[in-house]
């Protein structure tokens, strides 16, 4: 079943490459959506994809890439919309 998540990354997660990080991750496990920074330093996702997959991609937004440091990650239930892609912005 399709889902879609809203996610909030929190620590050190701008300019260490994460969006572009998280686009490669979703592209791996079949993910769409969106990625893009917010102005208190964040970064904010909305993915979608079969919930099984949608968890990988949320424990790999856990980590992040090597030069991130994620403090916390916050995850709401979001609305389908049917995304193509997973584009940055």
């Not at 959506?33 to 949320?58: C, H, K, M, S, T």
């Not at 790999?60 to 919309?81: E, H, K, S, Y």
């Amino acid at each position: 079943m399709k889902v879609n998540k809203l996610i909030t990354i929190e620590g050190r997660v701008q300019h260490v490459g994460f969006r572009y990080s998280a686009r490669n991750a979703a592209m791996k496990y079949g993910i769409s959506g969106l990625a893009r920074n917010l102005p208190e330093g964040n970064v904010y996702i909305e993915a979608e994809g079969d919930e099984d997959d949608l968890y990988q991609f949320i424990n790999w937004c856990r980590q992040g890439p090597p030069l991130a440091r994620v403090i916390q990650v916050r995850i709401q239930d979001g609305v389908l919309n049917n995304y193509e892609g997973f584009s940055i912005h």
